[in-house]
């Protein structure tokens, strides 16, 4: 389940947020961001021009406000999206707060402590109705567990020492049992603190593409701030005067204060937006080297395919009746508590309405399957002048050796099927009563609904899908046929995960994989993105660089569509930023230039009002543009899995070819509604 | 605006295409240190001996600081031996007119121009350069500074192309290779194809005829120092003259003119540059100069697709290239030919267009496109005065000039300067797309950004800051013949071509001043080497990147969508970056034009 997203006007978040904006105006601050802090600088002078200016008071004040605003505006976007991260946590953070655990002392004895003071290795004691105080691992006993608190599903699970299931998280609660737990972060270290930090701006580090963009932005500012500064002595020259506040309002409407406003809210709302689908993530990098896999691996079980293989099909020797493989099928199985064993029973009667019989009173006695028999079956005493019967079911060469030692015939027909059995990706079973061949059961995979569509949109992001499995060969390509993978890794050992992903990366590629057992650790670590399962072993979480609390192995291709729609938003919106610069030309330099050249009239395509209407609507444009993108910001530009030319044409026409041409209207709009106001 | 000027550039677009892919090809082999071409057999002794001497090893490869130093060391060396031989060419042979000494300040701007590709003139070639000056000082500088700007557009290539390595080429095998087997050959071909069409090439001193009809006229007083002389307001004094002779330029033209083309230096042996009768006498010698300009530069973007193993980049940057160019090329023919609202309100014809300032044999339409090609490289050779153009007809030249010269380009330089903006193009599009930006497989990070745009930063910084400083200077405006918007295009392009290394001027201002020498100078140095240094800096940091292998998700470097945006990429921040300052000169002189006004 996903955690919703606030609304974006809740005023629980917009309302701080409003104070945030002011509270942010401090320089250290602002100097993080380059753009914006020019921006600031430009609203102090023009409101220090308010005071020296001789003339166009009005017009100098208006100026100032709408620079202020536009500072406050970028300000309040990124206050909205922390906000929103911040509540987000905030329920995951859920009941940590205020935690009395037991710490189990050096003489054995507990102790109460705080929470807080929990330090990594310390040993505690939970019992059934208590919150667990923080990450660790069972060590000592099992209990059930509700962990709704972190991924809302109200089914508990069960954790226990040892083996897969020994991770635990802090702010779930014990519901039954006592267990022992060896805490495993030092406070301030876990998954969750370290996601309250990637969604507060003043604390976030920024990832390497944000980096990359804000130099862009800072140089482009730069470029701009010289070109405006260099504008004065050629005013100069051309025996033409334009005043500072004018001259701040062309550089501010220059330098990319859309994109350097909303730059910080894109970032944050993308952590809020992996929050919301309960990954936990250790860095912003990771998240952002998402959007960059070349390759994913997948374990087949679980992942691809339902649990567990079922029945699907009889198939009867020749000479058979069908009813007789069934009946014998059902015996054989009913007392296998395999969920395999279960599916032909169940399969049986579905298909054929045979009933579950009670055979416990004809004395029979069930063969259960081991590694060395490889097959199980059933017993039947001779009994009431029936013939004893020794019904078995098993892997094909198992049931060869069986029969020729029998002395019974194993049918052709039977090779047959059984090779095209496995061949189509089945598991084949011949069931035998005596030394007679009954037939085939065909075990399949299922394959879950709906994933080969999402391999099929993996492809067309240019993601290569790889399934894992230790089936054999066969049955793995007729399975990755059908899932629709690229490629498969068949008869996978652990460490052949590892040499897989190693290659991979050789090649330059980036990979990613999702595991959660104590095996997988290796190879999450070397994978550029490993999500580990929160079910899974605290090696596993520890060894990844996310972490999937409701433990959905396709969460993966959520993550990567995550991180796509962040850098998309943030390359859209600095396109968007960059072409809104046409149009204000086109209203700023005819405007400036009209007094001493009147002849420049035609270059107002706009037909705007005055030099004083052009210029005051373009920084109004500019101000308010920032607002009406935050919702964009927050939410991120829709990412579609239509390949990387589709995207980018509809994009550049969509950000480029609207950026240019938006502001056109929106600043004539403008330049008529304050002109009716008499504003100027 | 005729069929004949179309069907020209149709010819002209079909030949230049043509050639590409035999430049490509050959260049690959060039730019090889291990490279076969079909003049080994007579050039292999000739460059073992060259390294021999040089002592280099020409089996070692430099990294890109390795490679930035060779490069920076023999620039320097090269333009203090220029520097020396134009201080005392009165002491040394090849003389026969008896030039005297180079004053400092233009000894340094002439040594900083030449050693920089530019090219920019000071001087009247023809009545300040003795042979000696012309053929060993300047034309070293015509051969080693393309042939260095080839070679650092090799290096980048090469650091997109390779991976996981710090290596980029050995800048003196580079240098030595594209002179040789390069510019050399190719010259030496095209200078006789020249002299066939009447250019000469001779050492004779020049001839003296009498006038038919004495003419007088008023030039600048110069004192013995050649400094022109000024009056109190700083303006230079006037003095009237009478003409009875003719002094007709001669000497080795046909030579000099083919590097000059083929190298985009631009420098003309007579201050007519090509249109001297001399230096470009038919129509042919025309279109074939036109060609030369822009056939390395051409050559080079086969190459770069050949290098990165994707020929469809190749020629995504070659179509960029050319869409730019007509659309200059056609933007400046329109406006020539619309002629000046003035001369018509005095009874030029409207059909006439606007032939100030234009040879007669070369027209509006070889005019227009010679200046477009002119700018879009780095050449600097001119047919017809820029000063002259329409208002928004010599925009053109002075906004190619302020792109960065990236249509086609200086050799080389033309290259480097276009892979910039595709490297920005693809960084800020590439996010787009969902993914680490990504060209050619490399990973764009900051690094590649700051560099990117570093070399933005220096172009906008040296072209504005330079001629800000002047418009409100004394020294600046003193060199003014001309006042108004007029006069403010005239210091912009002025800073604009040397900032750029084009070389071509915009005439109507006196530069051969302490002042404006040193400037430019300063200008030149640091639009070549200042650029170089972030750009060879990129070439390093792409060379160590591992290489991902392409994807559908990949960002496309080729078909129309990536033209679209390189060519959208290249406009805006150009125009960004220039517009408020064309605005206040060509734009607004436009604009008055049309009102009758005149500068």
Known sequence: MTHKAPSLFDWKIAGPAVGDAFKKLDPRLMFKNPVMFVTLVGAVLTTVGIFTATADRGFITQLAVWLWFTVLFANFAEAVAEGRGKAQAQVLRGTRVNTVARRVGKNGEAEEVSADNLRKGDVVIVRAGEPIPADGDVIEGAATVDESAITGESAPVIRESGGDRSAVTGGTRVLSDEIKIRISINPGEGFLDRMISLVEGAARQ??????????????????????????????????????????????????????????????????????????????????????DVDVLLLDKTGTITLGNRQATDFLPAPGIAIERLVDAAQLASLADETPEGRSIAVLAKEKFGLRGREVAAAHAVFVPFTAQTRMSGVDFPALDGKPARRIRKGASEAMRVLIDREGGVFPQAIVETVDNVSRSGGTPLVVTDGKEVLGVINLKDIVKGGIKERFAQLRKMGIRTVMITGDNKLTAAAIAAEAGVDDFLAEAKPEDKLALIRKEQAGGRMVAMIGDGTNDAPALAQADVGVAMNTGTQAAKEAGNMVDLDSNPTKLIEIIEISKQLLITRGSLTTFSIANDVAKYFAIIPAMLMATFPAISPLNVMHLHSPNSAILSAIIFNALIIVALIPLALRGVKFRPIGALAILQRNLIIYGGGGVLLPFVGIKVIDVLITALKLV | MNSSGWIQLALFVGALALITKPMGLYLMQVLDANGKTWLDPVLKPLERLTYKIMGVRAGEEHDWRGYTWAMLLFSLASCVFTYAILRLQNFLPLNPQGFGALSPDLAFNTAVSFTTNTNWQSYAGESTMSYLSQMVALTIHNFASAAIGIAIAAALVRGIARHSTRLLGNFWVDTVRVTYYLLVPICLVFAIVLVSQGMIQNFLPYTKAKLLEPMKISVAKVDDKGQPVLDQAGKPVMEEQTIEDQTIVQGPMASQVAIKMLGTNGGGYTNANAAHPFENPTPLSNFLQMLSIFSIGSGLTWYLGRMTKNQAHGWAIWATMTILFLTGAVVAWHYEAAGNPIHQQLGVSFADGNMEGKEVRFGIFNSAVFATITTDASCGAVNAMHDSFTALGGLVPLFNIQLGEIIFGGVGAGLYGMLVFVVLAVFIAGLMVGRTPEYL????????????????????????????????????????????????????????????????????????????????????????????????????????????????????????????????????VGALNFLPVLALGPIVEHFLTAQGKLF
């Open chain 1, 206 to 291: 920024k990832t390497p593409n944000e980096i990359a963009l804000t130099i862009l932005l800072s140089a482009l500012t730069l470029i701009f701030l010289l070109v405006c500064v260099t504008l004065k002595p050629f005013s100069l020259y051309s025996a033409t005067v334009f005043s500072v506040p004018v001259l701040i309002a062309l550089l501010v409407c220059l330098i990319p204060t859309t994109i350097g406003g909303l730059l910080s809210a894109i970032g944050i709302a993308g952590m809020d937006r992996l929050l919301q689908h309960n990954v936990l993530a250790m860095s912003g990098r990771a998240v952002e080297a998402s959007g």
């Open chain 2, 441 to 572: 497989g490399k990973k764009i990070g900051a690094f590649d950004v700051k560099m990117a745009m570093l070399t933005l930063l220096i172009l906008a910084m040296t072209i504005l800051g330079f001629s800000a400083w002047a418009v409100v200077s004394p020294w600046g405006l003193a060199g003014l013949n001309n006042s108004g918007p007029h006069g403010l295009s005239e210091i912009l392009y002025a800073f604009s071509s040397a900032t750029g290394n084009n070389g071509s001027a915009f005439a109507g201002l006196t530069a051969n001043t302490p002042w404006y020498n040193t400037a430019l100078g300063i200008a030149m140095l640091f639009g070549r080497f200042l650029m170089i240094v972030p750009i060879m800096a990129l070439a390093g940091s792409l060379a160590q990147k591992k290489l991902v292998p392409a994807s559908a998700g990949t960002f496309p470097v080729h078909g129309g969508t990536f033209v679209i945006l390189l060519i959208g990429t290249i406009l805006l």
